[in-house]
């Protein structure tokens, strides 16, 4: 077979043609492919097939297992989101926005791990950038990790960074990031497909044969996708997502997928200005603590994948000053909120169609979970009442087009939550609350049918 000099990828998806063309019909994208140059036939650059040459077929019954332990880094938030520690030889990938935190991330969790052996590759900072924010980190967190455990290189070569790993043996690596990574396999430039991809390959192997394992560092474009190629999230054991919002303190990590734990875990994270801090109790820190009720404010239960957490929204409902009345949203989609007004408008009589209304989610954590729907209804509905909702309510139900309250997933857990942190009444969907099994919660349970009840319940008669 003639050797294929060039190819051209999807810088999307990582498809591979021969030829261009302008419509990908794997992902359904146009104008995403790129000319690269590669030196070898797919076949042979993959890297990971035909490798372990030598091996012979053996009988399931004979094979025993191995059980790795895990590795605990000692920051309990991405311990969990890994589903219980590092697992020896896995491929773990991070993704995020360009500067929303993943290299501090990885360079807190190199220091914390502080007895093992840890190579932090950046091919994006200079030793001395990243030395600086190591001490900022360190001077921080009180303990002085010890400086001998934590290497680190400046290096985008793959068969230098390789070279290095043989000689140090370290027992974790870290490379920030894998679109600045190149193999001499592959002609074309850092950052494209078939680079991405070949590095990863071989990087994907290092790890499953010295059973150490390998962080990647991957930048994701502003649609959420990882910056080029979905195939990288295929070949790696683990992909987790680093996401917030740069102008606010708090970052989720999230996972999209785990080969050794559940993937739909999530840690939460403050950003201060020396590095990452835990937040252990999240429900405790989006509400707002306060003595006193607040008009326009509302605190609902929401799902963050298996996790419940109490999160407060904040409406403001003004006239108009302009002919056109706003509508702004902050972590919630417009959309939605259009949706609920227009309910509130036809079916409830609400007369808020000529209002400014300004709709904010504490903390700027973005909520796709519908239970908020009930939470957003109040918040406006004290707002245009100017009367505050009881500071111990809290509420978590789904409000449908016909003004219906309606039932959301994992009703238990939520209230279970809410009756945790010590309020008093939750309103939830009447058409959930036979479904409820556990009777022994001490919070009291309000169950509504219409949205109209909603406003009989929390401010009395009109
Ligand atoms: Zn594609």
């Not at 302008?22 to 790129?34: D, L």
């Not at 990863?200 to 991957?218: D, I, R, Y």
């Amino acid at each position: 077979m003639s050797k294929v000099r060039t190819a051209f990828f999807c810088q999307n998806c990582g498809a591979q043609t021969s030829k261009w063309i302008g419509y990908c019909p794997a992902c359904k994208q146009w104008n995403t492919y790129v000319e690269e140059i590669i030196e070898k036939s797919s076949s042979a650059s993959g890297g990971i097939t035909g490798t372990s040459a030598g091996k012979k077929p053996s009988l399931i019954s004979d094979i025993s297992i191995q059980i790795h332990e895990r590795i605990l880094t000692g920051n309990n938030e991405f311990d969990r989101v890994l589903g219980g520690g590092i697992v020896p030889g896995s491929v773990i990938l991070i993704g995020g926005e360009p500067g929303i935190g993943k290299s501090t991330l990885m360079l807190q969790l190199a220091l914390q791990l502080d007895k093992r052996k840890v190579i932090y590759v950046s091919g994006e900072e200079s030793e001395q950038q990243i030395k600086m924010r190591a001490e900022r980190i360190r001077s921080t967190n009180g303990k002085p990790a010890s400086p001998d455990q934590c290497y680190l290189l400046t290096e985008t070569t793959l068969d230098d960074i390789f070279q290095h790993l043989k000689t140090l043996s370290p027992a974790i690596v870290m490379i920030d990031s894998i679109q600045t990574m190149r193999s001499s396999v592959i002609d074309s430039s850092a950052g494209s497909v078939s680079q991405l991809r070949e590095c990863t390959a071989e990087l994907v192997q290092f790890a499953k044969k010295n059973h150490v394992p390998v962080f990647l560092v991957g930048h994701i474009t502003k649609d959420g996708t990882l910056a080029g190629p979905k195939v990288l999230e295929h070949m790696v054991d683990v992909v987790l997502q680093f996401e917030g919002d740069r102008n606010y303190l708090y970052r989720l990590l999230r996972t999209l997928k785990n080969r050794f734990g559940s993937a739909s875990e999530l840690g939460i994270y403050e950003m201060a200005a020396s590095g990452l801090r835990e937040v252990a109790n999240p429900s405790e820190m989006l509400v707002s603590p306060r003595e006193e009720p607040v008009s326009g404010t509302a605190v609902c239960v929401m799902m963050e994948g298996v996790r419940p957490m109490l999160i407060e929204t904040q409406a403001l409902v003004s006239s108009a000053v302009y002919g056109t009345p706003q509508r702004t949203t902050t972590g919630f989609d417009i959309r939605r909120l259009n949706m609920l007004l227009a309910v509130l408008e036809k079916r409830c009589g609400f007369r808020i169609g000529s209002k400014d209304v300004f709709l904010n989610i504490a903390g700027g954590i973005k909520v796709e979970d519908p239970a908020i729907d009930l939470g957003v209804i109040s918040a406006i509905l004290s707002s245009k009442e100017d009367s505050p909702v009881n500071i111990k309510t809290c509420f978590a139900a789904e409000v449908g087009l016909t003004g219906e309250i309606r039932p959301v997933n994992l009703i238990e857990q939520r209230i279970a939550e809410a009756d945790k942190l010590g309020y008093d009444h939750i309103f939830i969907s009447k058409n959930q609350v036979k479904s409820i099994s556990r009777k022994n919660f001490r919070i009291s349970v309000v169950a509504l049918n219409k949205v109209e009840e909603v406003y009989m319940k929390l401010f009395g008669s009109k």
